[in-house]
């Protein structure tokens, strides 16, 4: 059964600092990741998509990367601001069965 | 505009009441999702289906019930039999390719 899991569950950070949040899971027979981003009461907004033929993916000042051997993705975001602050979840798609699997979240919140 | 509606928005249930939460799109895509995300947790997945006239169990279907009928529809109904079915429902679909998955604005469930 895949697992995803995310840390840390959350991150306070000033403004202006570059910080990186972890995703793992177990299974690798993955089709795709996906990061996305969630503000409370809200759904849930993509961020980056990488295959699973890709290492990495890039928009704007956030960059993921994807090691699929080592079941682990990072999410880079770069000089973060206080609009960044919300909740960011990283899911996969097992190629076996088109499950979409998510972590638990990690909560950011960047001061100003 | 392309996209996912989940309605309504707000839904409360007396107990013992089933209730139907709508999720339709206009992606024109194969495979849909349904999750349910409790306060500072992460999504579980209730039921998804990758084509028409078909849905399988995702990790908590107990107490709820979908159909595909129609490629741009899946409605969730949470059953008498769901227990704790206050919780935000949020509904996903996914096309073929790069297997982007786009999500609804969300339900907000509460028993009364």
């Known amino acids: 059964k895949q697992e995803v899991t995310q840390i840390p569950a959350a991150l306070s950070v000033p403004e202006g600092e570059n910080l990186v949040l972890n995703c793992s899971f177990t299974d690798s027979a993955i089709y795709n990741l996906q990061w996305f981003r969630q503000d409370p009461g809200k759904g849930l907004t993509s961020l980056l998509l990488i295959q699973s033929s890709q290492r990495e993916q890039t928009s704007g000042r956030l960059n993921a990367s994807l090691d699929k051997s080592s079941g682990r993705s990072t999410l880079y975001i770069a000089a973060s601001q206080p609009g960044d602050s919300a909740t960011y979840l990283c899911a996969v798609c097992s190629g076996n069965t088109g499950k979409l699997i998510f972590g638990q979240g990690t909560t950011l919140q960047v001061k100003p | 505009d392309g996209g996912i509606t989940q309605s309504p928005k707000y839904l409360f249930r007396k107990e013992g009441q089933n209730v139907t939460l709508s999720c339709e799109q206009n992606?024109?895509?194969?495979?849909m999702y349904w999750y349910r995300q409790d306060p500072g947790q992460g999504l579980r997945l209730i039921y998804y289906s990758q084509i028409v006239n078909d849905f399988q169990k995702g990790d908590i279907a107990e107490g709820y019930s979908v159909s595909r009928e129609k490629k741009e529809s899946f409605p969730l109904t949470v059953t008498s039999a769901q227990k704790n079915p206050t919780a935000f429902y949020l509904c996903?679909?996914?096309?073929?390719?790069?297997?982007?998955?786009?999500f609804g604005q969300g339900t907000r469930l509460t028993v009364v």
């Open positions: 996903a679909s996914m096309g073929q390719g790069d297997a982007e998955a786009f």
């Open positions: 992606l024109n895509h194969d495979a």
